[in-house]
């Protein structure tokens, strides 16, 4: 069996964790503090927060930037329900926007003037280059769950050069993984400390009240993230740059032996940006067909994602979205993971091959 997506967890990710369990933390404790300053370093942002998932992550950016009952919040049609669901989870309203079709991101022309926010999708791990929106909401959050370790040209992805905050996830399918777990960087000390307070309970000390003295003023949730899960992701960011770089080589390779086929391929990085490749998604013909023959070979393909329009929750008419439906017609995920092999990739294409015999061209 092929999956999608798989983590790469070794020998020394497994040590770093067994040293946790035999400590004084499990829960938030130095291993959470070093995890943080390590993002802080990969992503050059000035503060990192770490969260319980990437969804925690974003409820968190969205109640810290203050956003609430009559904002609109935009994000992209084609993402993973979270970037929708966090405007909701603060009770403000989604705004479902199509994609550019050069790109897969939401398009930055399509944004509508009167929102509050935007949540920035890089789909697959390929930057929204945010540098270009033509204007800029009062808020913009970056959803980079899949893009840990990709750049533009104003650096690496979470340093929020054109974003007040940038969420990440650690879900195994992801980049580098927590087990579950997120995390998001800024660079306004206020951000971070409303996203520790939200995080955590509410809590603010007050060391003048006395050393126990703590006081609650907000909404607050126990979002946190485990001693234990940040020791594994601290193992895992030491070897982000390998699974980045291995993760291009195998697109390459993607794009190489899927040249002769009937396949639309997914764009690319531009020059002087950087791709993640959390996914390898393509288009093909009859996909229904072709994920089947292709499951049924044990290659497990998964489709990313039913555009958030087509679901109940956020139900819109397909029609308002022409170039997420274009993509949205053949999309389907090939397997794509750091320790994918040669010959693997190989047995993935072949399979693909022979499904696509099956369609007419
Ligand atoms: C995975 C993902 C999330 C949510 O992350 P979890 O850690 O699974 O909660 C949010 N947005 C996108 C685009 C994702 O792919």
């Known amino acids: 069996m092929i999956p999608y997506g798989r983590q790469s967890v070794d020998d020394d990710d497994i040590a770093a964790v067994t040293a946790v369990l035999k400590g004084d933390w499990l829960t938030q404790g130095p291993a959470v503090d070093?995890?943080?300053?390590?993002?802080?370093e990969l992503t050059?942002?000035?503060?990192?927060?770490a969260f319980s998932s990437g969804t925690a992550a974003l409820h968190a950016a969205?109640?810290?930037?203050?956003?609430?009952?009559?904002?609109?919040?935009a994000t992209s049609a084609l993402t993973f329900a979270a970037s929708a669901a966090c405007a909701t989870y603060v009770g403000a309203t989604p705004v479902v926007v199509d994609v550019d079709p050069a790109t897969w991101n939401l398009d930055p022309a399509r944004v509508p003037a009167d929102v509050e926010a935007l949540v920035a999708v890089?789909?697959?791990?390929?930057?929204?280059?945010?540098?270009?929106?033509?204007?800029?909401?009062?808020?913009?959050?970056?959803?980079?769950?899949?893009?840990?370790?990709a750049r533009t040209p104003d650096g690496p992805v979470g340093n929020c050069a054109h974003s007040d905050l940038c969420c990440f996830s650690f879900h195994p399918v992801k980049v580098v993984t927590t087990g579950e777990g997120g995390a998001v960087t800024t660079n306004d000390a206020e951000l971070a400390a409303a996203l520790r307070r939200f995080g955590r309970h509410g809590v603010v000390p007050r060391p003048d009240l006395g050393g126990w003295a703590y006081e609650i003023a907000e909404e607050g949730h126990n979002l946190r993230l485990s001693d234990i899960a940040a020791a594994l992701g601290t193992s895992q960011l030491a070897k982000l740059e390998r699974f980045v770089t291995r993760r291009n080589e195998l697109a390459d390779r993607y794009r190489v032996l899927l040249a002769d086929l009937p396949v639309g391929l997914p764009p690319a990085a531009p020059v002087g940006g950087r791709h993640a490749y959390h996914l390898f998604p393509v288009q093909v013909p009859a996909r229904r067909h072709v994920y089947d023959a292709l499951r049924a070979d044990e290659v497990m393909v998964q489709v990313h994602y039913v555009p958030l329009y087509r679901h109940p929750r956020f139900a819109a008419d397909p029609a308002g979205y022409p170039a997420t439906e274009a993509v949205y017609a053949g999309l389907l995920s090939l397997p794509l993971f750091p320790d994918l092999t040669g010959d693997e990739q190989d047995r993935v294409v072949d399979v693909l091959a022979r499904a696509l015999e099956g369609t007419a061209a």
């Open 122 to 149: 890089h789909y697959a791990g390929l930057p929204l280059d945010l540098a270009t929106l033509a204007r800029r909401p009062r808020v913009v959050i970056e959803d980079a769950a899949h893009a840990l370790g």
């Open 34 to 40: 070093e995890f943080e300053a390590r993002l802080c």
């Open 62 to 73: 969205c109640a810290a930037a203050g956003l609430g009952p009559g904002d609109r919040v």
């Open 44 to 49: 050059g942002a000035r503060h990192a927060v």
